[in-house]
């Protein structure tokens, strides 16, 4: 069961939760942990390991980097939530870009309606997940671009919303390159993501920022 401390719960115990909207859960006291919402259920994500939470960090900062440079739009992250419809889940992406000319979607406690760019860092608990029922969200939800990372199996899929509303492959280069179509000129080295430490300075110097 739940404990409630100054308003928020302490625990999360899913099946004692009622079925709540979005609009409820939206203001239901879930600050300190990393939730989703899925059929008028409160769904707890499972803490991410070291690797995960790495990777994701190294793909905040540099996305961050470059879309202040360029003064693009604003890069968010876990455990802010969007829901890309209204029939749709809310979920909370790893890390996600809105545009300049879609920062209206950007509420105060969540962003209403698609992201142009989403990443969701893979986890062996999440794989089913974000390959699957987010990849299936999200494209039917209109996200411009998805980039499925998995450090365990060192695999990275990138994907573009093509006219039909249909996720297409986005293909990196011979060299391993994989270049956004969002953010044009905002480019990965795939070699990158499984460099420990990650060489964010290498990063930096390769984007010119």
């Not at 749709?88 to 545009?99: E, Y």
Request: glycine content about 8%; some cysteine.
């Amino acid at each position: 069961m739940s404990s409630i401390t100054n308003g928020r719960p302490e625990t999360l115990d899913p099946a004692a939760l009622p079925r709540m909207t979005y609009e409820e859960f939206l203001e239901w006291p879930h600050e300190n942990h990393h939730v989703e919402w899925v059929n008028g259920r409160v769904v707890p994500m499972p803490p991410v390991g070291t690797e995960h939470g790495s990777v994701a960090v190294f793909l905040t900062t540099l996305l961050n980097l470059w879309v202040e440079y360029h003064r693009a739009g604003v890069v968010l992250c876990e455990p802010v939530n969007m829901k890309t419809g209204p029939q749709l889940p809310g979920r909370s992406p790893d890390v996600f870009f809105v545009a300049n000319e879609n920062l209206s979607r950007v509420k105060k406690t969540f962003v209403d309606g698609p992201a142009d760019l989403v990443i969701e860092v893979v986890s062996p608990e999440s794989r089913s997940r974000d390959e699957g029922e987010k990849f299936s969200e999200y494209e039917q939800g209109g996200v411009r671009e998805y980039w499925i990372i998995d450090p365990e199996r060192r695999q990275a899929g990138f994907y573009q919303l093509d006219a039909k509303g249909i996720f297409r492959p986005i293909a990196p280069t011979a060299q391993g390159v994989c270049e956004s179509v969002v953010l044009p000129g905002l480019w990965l080295k795939l070699d990158w993501l499984w460099q420990r430490p990650l060489p964010l300075h290498d990063a930096q110097r390769a984007l010119k920022l």
